[in-house]
């Protein structure tokens, strides 16, 4: 059974700090791995994808990935009130995601004003 | 228009009536997938299709069947609904390879009394 694991949160954070975000997962063949954030009541909408491990920046977002660690993370810089949102981690055990994705639970943020 | 189209959008329903929920996209993907989302339970994989002739079951498959009509349609049934099928449901689309997200779908909230 392949599992991610999220904090479920809420994780708390200040306007204009750093929102770290982390996941584990237990499948070690895993190859993709992606965050998604999804509004409340909204569809998850994806923000970044990794691949490889080290950090992959995307303007405010940067995803690291420790595959020896089985870890995955997202920073988000410069939060904003807008980032208030739940992100979900998901991973893929066959490159491109021939079975389906694995999704955590997801961790809740909030960004304080 | 959307990406990926679900109907409808929200949908009441009474225990034991066979209910359908339907899904076509307009990325030309092959790769089409239904999940559920349960509030603590996150997103969990129901069907997914890579093509017309290729359906597959996911983690929790028991109640549901899918019809795969087209490339760009992709149905989800339930034959006899039960309360603990209220849920939220998301269709979503991907391409093949590792550079790839999911496209989601804006889903459907289907209750069941």
């Known amino acids: 059974q392949k599992e991610v694991e999220q904090n479920s949160g809420p994780l708390s954070v200040p306007e204009g700090a750093i929102a770290s975000l982390n996941c584990t997962y237990s499948d070690r063949v895993s190859q993709s791995f992606f965050w998604y954030r999804q509004y409340s009541g909204k569809s998850p909408e994806l923000i970044m994808s990794i691949y490889s491990n080290g950090d992959k920046e995307d303007g405010r977002f940067t995803a690291q990935l420790n595959k020896a660690s089985q870890y995955v993370s997202l920073l988000i810089r410069d939060s904003q009130p807008s980032d208030s949102a739940t992100y979900l981690c998901a991973v893929s055990s066959r490159g491109g995601g021939a079975d389906g994705l694995t999704f955590g639970k997801g961790t809740h943020l909030i960004i304080q004003p | 228009d959307a990406d990926v189209t679900q109907t409808p959008r929200n949908r009441i329903t009474k225990t034991g009536k066979r209910i359908m929920l339907e899904c076509s996209q307009t990325?030309?993907?092959?790769?089409m997938y239904w999940y559920r989302q349960d509030p603590g339970l996150g997103l969990r994989l129901i069907y997914y299709?890579?093509?017309?002739?290729?359906?597959n079951k996911g983690e929790i498959s028991d109640g549901y069947s899918v019809s795969r009509q087209a490339q760009a349609k992709f149905s989800l049934s339930l034959e006899s609904a039960i309360p603990n099928q209220t849920a939220l449901y998301f269709c979503a689309t991907s391409g093949a390879g590792v550079n790839y997200g999911y496209t989601f779908g804006s889903g459907t909230r289907l209750t069941v009394v």
């Open positions: 299709s890579f093509d017309v002739k290729d359906i």
């Open positions: 990325k030309g993907h092959d790769r």
